[in-house]
């Protein structure tokens, strides 16, 4: 069954521009998590917030979660076309551990030069 | 070298056929999953495993068998392979609860 649920399913900006995306989730989570994946590659973890924090930065990175509302976003600053991918969020249910992932059906970002 | 390896990367196969995936890992990790990702979805579980003794069934095992062989090795089994089975199948590796570390995948096409 699908927990986390990314929006848009699709999104193409300039380089340079900043991308955001968006994950809905319907119960309680313990924390939230999004992955990259490259065309024909594996998903690699970008960063992880948990249900107490709302918001992380990594790099380029910024994460918000707003669990009153069970969404998250995830924002691209000063993307680049390596940035092109799809983005996954994932949530581990509250009192769950990380080894139990559910797993949105991503949103495909293309970053055009 | 990739951390996390499966071979092989695409197979094309037959209905009816036993097919094998492997997947083996140098990061050390203890806990190692299989996950199935169609077109459309996310990532589903098909089964995990915390060390060698200890094999659990994820979301959707229903058709597929796994092997801990040994803490580096976790291969996943599919005993008469069937076309609703074609997909992208992702071995993961975490160390305890940290997150996951994904392999490339493999590309399998059952016809």
């Known amino acids: 069954s699908q927990q986390g649920e990314e929006d848009p399913q699709a999104l193409s900006i300039q380089e340079g521009e900043n991308a955001t995306m968006n994950c809905s989730y319907k119960?309680?989570?313990?924390?939230l998590q999004w992955y990259r994946q490259n065309s024909g590659r594996g998903l690699v973890h970008l960063i992880l917030?948990?249900?107490?924090?709302r918001e992380k930065h990594s790099g380029r990175l910024r994460v918000t979660l707003d669990t009153s509302k069970k969404s998250s976003s995830l924002l691209i600053t000063a993307s680049r076309a390596a940035d092109t991918a799809s983005y996954f969020c994932a949530t581990v249910p509250s009192g769950g551990s990380n080894y139990k992932l559910t797993f949105g059906k991503g949103t495909l970002l293309t970053v055009n030069p | 070298d990739a951390d996390v390896t499966q071979t092989p990367r695409n197979r094309i196969t037959k209905t009816g056929k036993r097919i094998m995936l492997e997947c083996s890992q140098t990061k050390g990790h203890d806990r190692m999953y299989w996950y199935r990702q169609d077109p459309g979805l996310g990532l589903r579980l098909i089964y995990y495993s915390f060390d060698v003794k200890d094999i659990n069934k994820g979301e959707i095992s229903d058709g597929y068998s796994v092997s801990r062989q040994a803490q580096a090795k976790f291969s996943l089994s599919l005993e008469s392979a069937i076309p609703n089975q074609t997909a992208l199948y992702f071995c993961?590796?975490?160390?305890?609860?940290?997150?996951?570390?994904f392999g490339d995948g493999t590309r399998l096409s059952i016809l």
């Open positions: 917030i948990r249900s107490n924090e």
């Open positions: 119960t309680s989570i313990n924390n």
């Open positions: 993961a590796t975490s160390d305890q609860d940290q997150p996951q570390h």
